[in-house]
Nanobody, 116 residues
Framework: QVQLVESGGGLVQPGGSLRLSCVGSGLTFRWYVMSWYRQAPGKERELVAAITSAGGSTTYDDSVKGRFTISRDDVKNTVFLQMNSLKPEDTAGYYC?????????WGQGTQVTVSS
């Protein structure tokens, strides 16, 4: 019933930009803390960015601060990740996460590849 669907990934050159989107359905979207995680081959999944249910607070991994911006549109049940100045080390599968109390949901992921 609950679905999170990511889109916007692709192949981009170093220094380029991408905007990821995650559309939720089957949940009261405005209640949830929304986050983006990423996982590269052979690496653990790591938190990239998060935004509170009220949209009043955000957090970022140090590796993306100043380059990535998380935002949300609760009317459209969507969370975004604007990624600028992309680096090869940003290459990973990017996953959308929704959490409210004991409830947590994951999207299927979208691939981001940064390469010349």
């Amino acid at each position: 019933q609950v679905q999170l669907v990511e889109s916007g990934g692709g192949l981009v050159q170093p220094g380029g930009s991408l905007r990821l989107s995650c559309v939720g359905s089957g949940l009261t979207f405005r209640w949830y803390v929304m986050s983006w995680y990423r996982q590269a081959p052979g690496k653990e999944r790591e938190l990239v960015a998060a935004i509170t249910s009220a949209g009043g607070s955000t957090t970022y991994d140090d590796s993306v601060k100043g380059r990535f911006t998380i935002s949300r549109d609760d009317v459209k049940n969507t969370v975004f990740l604007q990624m600028n100045s992309l680096k090869p080390e940003d290459t990973a599968g990017y996953y959308c996460n929704a959490k409210w109390k004991s409830l947590t949901y994951w999207g299927q992921g979208t691939q981001v590849t940064v390469s010349s």
